[in-house]
């Protein structure tokens, strides 16, 4: 397991670090997050995660715990004080503590937590056979943009697919549209392998995957659709995938029991996911 932690400034045991009970992120999950996967010792899009962190931080008034560079600093030693190769790096910033109340401090230092979590390589047997998953109510707030660390309605989705022995639920709208998965972002691709995913708004969080695999779909020359896509027409796609930093790209075989195509992963999946371990291996800073 990994041992160190960097918590407000310092260099922690796990087991000795904590935050103030009076930490606005532990009153009203008053802060934000970022995953980061480890490849061979090196973030991947590192830079990307960070300008996100940023965006999540400005939305909610939060100011910014340290400068890019600085940051990257803290995480590559905490990478390096973990001895981590393959895993997780885990941030978190929130606006720091002070009294309960819930008006917005004026001036308290945000708090910034960042740990890292040892990994063994996504086992390959969920990327060769596909995954299930279910739909459910999209019931959360109107920013889910911002990675908020606000994240009920999403553990009790996961926690809805687990029982349904499903791999994740993809969250379904007021007009029967798929915005996302409760971790991951959701693909399909249509009649004519064009590669369609929700547009990146208010509604969904811009995974850094979901970023990543958008440019590599157009390199392979594929036409991609941000768009919104109902529960039917997923039902009917050729293909179906999720994409996140813990779990890659991962294809969809089947939607409330129903089977996507021919209820294998298919070719435009496969490739993709090929591209993006080879993203993976080339990225790094
Ligand atoms: N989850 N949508 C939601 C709601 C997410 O929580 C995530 C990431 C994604 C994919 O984003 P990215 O490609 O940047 O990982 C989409 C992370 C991994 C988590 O909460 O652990």
Request: hydrophobic share 40%; charged share 25%; with cysteine.
């Amino acid at each position: 397991m990994a041992r160190v932690a960097y918590v407000n400034g310092r260099y922690l045991m796990r087991d000795m670090a904590a935050v103030s009970i009076e930490d606005r992120g532990y009153q009203f999950a008053d802060g934000v997050y970022e995953v980061i996967w480890v490849q061979q010792g090196r973030p991947v899009d590192l830079g990307r995660h960070l300008d996100r962190l940023d965006d999540s931080l400005q939305s909610l008034g939060i100011s910014r715990p340290m400068s890019h560079a600085a940051l990257k600093v803290v995480v590559g030693e905490v990478i390096r004080r973990n001895l981590l190769r393959n895993g997780h790096v885990y941030i978190q910033s929130t606006r720091g503590v002070s009294r309960r109340d819930h008006l917005i401090p004026e001036g308290t230092l945000p708090s910034l937590v960042v740990m890292a979590s040892r990994e063994s390589q996504r086992d390959a047997h969920i990327q060769e056979q596909g995954v299930a998953v279910i739909t459910i109510p999209d019931i959360r707030w109107k920013r889910c943009d911002i990675k908020s660390i606000a994240l009920l309605p999403n553990i009790i989705g996961k926690q809805k697919a687990s029982q349904g022995n499903a791999f994740d639920a993809w969250q379904v709208n007021g007009h029967d549209i798929i915005t996302e998965g409760t971790t991951t972002n959701a693909w399909i691709i249509g009649a004519k392998g064009e590669v369609i995913t929700h547009p990146a708004n208010h509604s969904i969080l811009s995974g850094i995957t979901r970023q990543v695999v958008m440019e590599l779909a157009m390199e392979e020359g594929l036409s991609v659709y941000e768009r919104p896509f109902t529960v039917a027409e997923a039902r009917r796609a050729k293909e179906a995938f999720i994409t996140s930093t813990t779990n890659y790209v991962v294809p969809v075989v089947s939607i409330d029991g129903h089977k996507v195509g021919a209820g294998r992963p298919g070719p435009v999946t496969k490739s993709l996911l090929k591209r993006y371990l080879a993203h993976m291996a080339r990225d790094g800073e």
